[in-house]
Nanobody, 117 residues
Framework: QVQLVESGGGLVQSGGSLRLSCAAS????????MGWYRQAPGKQRELVTT???????NYADSVKGRFAISRDNARNTVHLQMNSLKPEDTAVYYC???????????WGQGTQVTVSS
């Protein structure tokens, strides 16, 4: 029922910035938690950051202070601002949405972020 479309990935140099976007097909009012995950080659998918409907945020230690997640409820869009990028940030980044009722989760298709050293 819910589709997530991601954009904004690309190739940047170490220390550069990227802004990822995740657009939901419908209103985000029932999507209690929105978040970003990433998966590097040969690695398990890991949590990057989440944001609740109330605006509470959570960040992985590895990105704290460099990344910022935000919600634009009017446009049904979630953003991830990534600053001071490092080569170890290279991964496919996935948008995730969680619905409170019925309990459900949805995933975007993923967008590639590559940071050169």
């Amino acid at each position: 029922q819910v589709q997530l479309v991601e954009s904004g990935g690309g190739l940047v140099q170490s220390g550069g910035s990227l802004r990822l976007s995740c657009a939901a097909s419908g209103s985000m009012i029932f999507l209690n938690v929105m978040g970003w995950y990433r998966q590097a080659p040969g690695k398990q998918r890991e949590l990057v950051t989440t944001i609740t409907s109330g605006g509470s945020t959570n960040y992985a230690d590895s990105v704290k202070g460099r990344f910022a997640i935000s919600r634009d409820n009017a446009r049904n869009t979630v953003h991830l601002q990534m600053n001071s990028l490092k080569p170890e940030d290279t991964a496919v980044y996935y948008c995730k949405a969680e619905r409170s009722w019925p309990p459900s989760e949805y995933w975007g298709q993923g967008t590639q972020v590559t940071v050169s050293s």
